[in-house]
C-alpha cells in the first residue's frame, strides 16, 4: 500500500465531513490532492526534499499505551507545570492536559468544539490563513486533518502567569508514525502569554511531524512563543509557526532546533496593523547528517513597524544548515525597520550552510539591513583557551556557547531559558 492510499484511508474516516471543519477539510484535502508533496522542483523545498519521507510503512493511527503515569517523567518540573497542553501522536488529548490558570484568563478546547461554538466565527476567520504564505501539499495535508487540534484562548486583559508548554509526544515503538498536530491561539486584547512547544520521542523507530501552529495577537497583547525541537536523528519535522499581528501588539519567537533527521521551520511575521514590533531569533546545533531548513518570512504591511531577525547556526560532522530570510515591505508601509542577520560556523570538514537573506521593498521611506556570515572557530581564541588549561573540547564547547548565548539570552523566563540552556550545553559535551 503506497502512503497516499494510507492517507486517503485515513481522510474517508474522519466523521465530521459534514460540519464546518469538514469543509475546511474538503477543500484542503483537494490542494493537497492538486498539489501534491514539495519536491525538488519546488524552489522553496529545494533542500528539504520532505516527498522522500513518506512511504508505506507509516503508521496514521492514535492506538497508543501512553497514559499519564507513562508520560510523567518527560514532563517540565517546576513552574513549567502549571500549565500543560499534550498531543499524543498529534492529536490532542484533554485528559491529559492540564490547565492551572483561571478560566476567566485562558480557556483551551477542542478546535473541532471552537468551530461551533461562540468561537466559531473567528475560527471560520482565522484557520488555514498560514496557507496564503505556503500554498503547498504538506500545509494543506495538515489542514485536511485539521479537527483534531486544539484552541487557545487567552482572554482580554489577562496575563497567563506561567508558561503554556505544548508537549508533543509522538509513540514510535511499534513502528513509523506520523503525526500532524494543529493549534489555533487568539490571543485577545491587552493579553499576554508565554508558549512554549516540546517535542518528544518514544521508542526508536523514524517519525515524522507535520505541524501548522497559528496564533493572532490583537490590540497591545504581548505573545513569546518558544521551540525546542529536539527529537533525536530517526525524527523528521516539518513545522510552520504563523503570527498575525492583527492590531497593534508585540510579538516575540525563539527557534531552536538541536535534533533530527529532517527538519524544516517555518516561521512567519504577518505586520497588518501600524507601530508593531516583532523580534525572532533562531539557534540551529547540528551534527550527524541532520539537515534543518530554516525559512522565515516577515510581511510588513502597514507603517511604522519594527522588525528584528537574528538566526545562527552551528554544523558539525556531515550536516546541513540553512536558513532563507524574506522581509517584505509593501508599498503602504512607511517608516518601517527591519534588520536581519544569519550567522553560521562550520566545525566539520564535511559540514555545510546555505544562507539566503532577502528584502523587497516597495516603499521608499525605510530603514532596513541584511546580512550573513559563514566561518570557523576562532583559531586565536581557541589558543587562548588551550593555553590556560583547557582541553579542546572544552574551548570549542566554551566558545560556541558564547556563540549561542545571544539567542539564549532572548529567552525572559528563567526556568524556559535554563532548560534550553541544559539542552544545548549537554549537546555541547559541557557542563557550564
Given at each position: 500500500?503506497?502512503?497516499?492510499?494510507?492517507?486517503?484511508?485515513?481522510?474517508d474516516?474522519?466523521?465530521n465531513n459534514?460540519?464546518?471543519?469538514?469543509?475546511?477539510?474538503?477543500?484542503n484535502w483537494?490542494?493537497?490532492?492538486s498539489?501534491?508533496?514539495?519536491?525538488?522542483?519546488?524552489?522553496e523545498?529545494?533542500?528539504?526534499?520532505?516527498?522522500?519521507?513518506?512511504?508505506?510503512?507509516?503508521?496514521?493511527?492514535?492506538?497508543?499505551?501512553i497514559?499519564?503515569?507513562?508520560?510523567?517523567?518527560?514532563?517540565?518540573?517546576g513552574?513549567?507545570?502549571?500549565?500543560?497542553?499534550?498531543?499524543?501522536?498529534?492529536?490532542?488529548?484533554?485528559?491529559?492536559?492540564?490547565?492551572?490558570?483561571?478560566?476567566?484568563?485562558?480557556?483551551?478546547k477542542?478546535l473541532?468544539?471552537?468551530?461551533?461554538?461562540e468561537?466559531?466565527?473567528?475560527?471560520k476567520?482565522?484557520?488555514?490563513?498560514?496557507?496564503?504564505?505556503?500554498?503547498?501539499?504538506?500545509?494543506?495535508l495538515?489542514?485536511?486533518?485539521a479537527?483534531?487540534?486544539?484552541?487557545?484562548?487567552?482572554?482580554?486583559?489577562k496575563?497567563?502567569?506561567?508558561?503554556?508548554?505544548?508537549?508533543?509526544?509522538?509513540?514510535?515503538t511499534?513502528?513509523?508514525?506520523?503525526?500532524?498536530?494543529?493549534?489555533?491561539?487568539?490571543?485577545?486584547?491587552?493579553?499576554?502569554?508565554v508558549?512554549l512547544?516540546?517535542?518528544?520521542r518514544?521508542?526508536?523507530?523514524?517519525?515524522?511531524t507535520n505541524?501548522v501552529?497559528?496564533?493572532?495577537?490583537?490590540?497591545?497583547?504581548?505573545?513569546?512563543?518558544?521551540?525546542?525541537?529536539?527529537?533525536?536523528?530517526?525524527?523528521?519535522?516539518?513545522?510552520?509557526?504563523?503570527?498575525?499581528?492583527l492590531e497593534?501588539?508585540?510579538?516575540?519567537?525563539?527557534?531552536f532546533?538541536?535534533?533530527g533527521?529532517l527538519?524544516?521551520?517555518?516561521?512567519?511575521?504577518?505586520?497588518?496593523a501600524?507601530?508593531?514590533e516583532?523580534?525572532m531569533?533562531g539557534?540551529?546545533?547540528?551534527?550527524g547528517?541532520?539537515l534543518?531548513?530554516?525559512?522565515?518570512?516577515?510581511?510588513?504591511?502597514?507603517?511604522?513597524?519594527l522588525s528584528?531577525?537574528?538566526?545562527?547556526?552551528?554544523?558539525?560532522e556531515?550536516?546541513?544548515?540553512?536558513?532563507?530570510?524574506?522581509?517584505?515591505?509593501?508599498?503602504?508601509?512607511?517608516?518601517?525597520?527591519?534588520?536581519?542577520?544569519?550567522?553560521?560556523?562550520?566545525?566539520?570538514e564535511?559540514?555545510?550552510?546555505?544562507?539566503?537573506?532577502?528584502?523587497?521593498?516597495?516603499?521608499?521611506?525605510?530603514k532596513?539591513?541584511?546580512?550573513?556570515t559563514?566561518g570557523?572557530?576562532?583559531?586565536?581564541?581557541?589558543?587562548?583557551?588551550k593555553?590556560?588549561?583547557?582541553?579542546?573540547q572544552?574551548?570549542?564547547?566554551?566558545?560556541l556557547?558564547a556563540?549561542?548565548?545571544d539567542?539564549?539570552d532572548?529567552?525572559?523566563?528563567?526556568?524556559?531559558?535554563?532548560?534550553?540552556?541544559?539542552?544545548?550545553?549537554?549537546?555541547?559535551?559541557?557542563?557550564?
Amino acid at each position: 500500500m503506497e502512503a497516499t492510499t494510507l492517507l486517503q484511508n485515513a481522510f474517508d474516516k474522519q466523521i465530521n465531513n459534514s460540519d464546518s471543519l469538514g469543509v475546511f477539510h474538503a477543500d484542503n484535502w483537494k490542494n493537497y490532492a492538486s498539489w501534491g508533496l514539495p519536491a525538488i522542483k519546488h524552489e522553496e523545498w529545494k533542500y528539504a526534499r520532505i516527498k522522500n519521507v513518506f512511504n508505506d510503512k507509516m503508521i496514521l493511527s492514535d492506538a497508543t499505551t501512553i497514559n499519564a503515569e507513562s508520560i510523567k517523567p518527560h514532563l517540565l518540573k517546576g513552574n513549567l507545570s502549571n500549565n500543560a497542553i499534550l498531543f499524543i501522536n498529534g492529536i490532542y488529548n484533554a485528559t491529559l492536559s492540564s490547565i492551572s490558570e483561571s478560566a476567566t484568563t485562558i480557556e483551551v478546547k477542542p478546535l473541532s468544539v471552537a468551530a461551533e461554538d461562540e468561537d466559531a466565527a473567528f475560527v471560520k476567520e482565522h484557520l488555514g490563513h498560514s496557507q496564503k504564505y505556503h500554498p503547498d501539499g504538506i500545509n494543506a495535508l495538515n489542514a485536511a486533518f485539521a479537527s483534531s487540534g486544539v484552541y487557545i484562548k487567552i482572554k482580554k486583559g489577562k496575563k497567563v502567569v506561567h508558561p503554556v508548554v505544548v508537549y508533543h509526544i509522538t509513540d514510535t515503538t511499534t513502528g513509523f508514525m506520523f503525526s500532524q498536530p494543529r493549534i489555533l491561539v487568539n490571543a485577545e486584547a491587552a493579553s499576554e502569554v508565554v508558549l512554549l512547544e516540546t517535542y518528544i520521542r518514544l521508542g526508536s523507530n523514524e517519525s515524522l511531524t507535520n505541524e501548522v501552529f497559528e496564533i493572532c495577537a490583537a490590540k497591545d497583547a504581548i505573545v513569546n512563543y518558544i521551540k525546542i525541537q529536539n527529537e533525536g536523528r530517526n525524527a523528521n519535522h516539518v513545522g510552520t509557526t504563523h503570527i498575525r499581528q492583527l492590531e497593534k501588539c508585540v510579538t516575540n519567537a525563539v527557534t531552536f532546533t538541536l535534533s533530527g533527521k529532517l527538519v524544516r521551520n517555518n516561521l512567519n511575521m504577518v505586520m497588518e496593523a501600524a507601530n508593531s514590533e516583532t523580534h525572532m531569533y533562531g539557534l540551529y546545533l547540528l551534527n550527524g547528517e541532520t539537515l534543518a531548513d530554516n525559512h522565515t518570512i516577515v510581511d510588513n504591511q502597514q507603517p511604522n513597524c519594527l522588525s528584528n531577525e537574528l538566526y545562527k547556526g552551528i554544523m558539525d560532522e556531515k550536516s546541513t544548515g540553512v536558513f532563507n530570510g524574506k522581509i517584505f515591505v509593501r508599498q503602504d508601509a512607511q517608516k518601517t525597520n527591519a534588520y536581519q542577520s544569519n550567522k553560521n560556523i562550520l566545525i566539520g570538514e564535511d559540514a555545510s550552510a546555505n544562507t539566503k537573506p532577502q528584502l523587497e521593498i516597495f516603499a521608499d521611506d525605510v530603514k532596513c539591513s541584511h546580512g550573513c556570515t559563514v566561518g570557523k572557530l576562532d583559531q586565536d581564541a581557541l589558543f587562548y583557551l588551550k593555553a590556560r588549561g583547557l582541553s579542546e573540547q572544552n574551548a570549542k564547547a566554551l566558545l560556541l556557547h558564547a556563540f549561542a548565548i545571544d539567542i539564549l539570552d532572548q529567552i525572559k523566563n528563567e526556568e524556559i531559558r535554563n532548560y534550553a540552556d541544559k539542552l544545548i550545553s549537554e549537546r555541547l559535551s559541557y557542563n557550564f
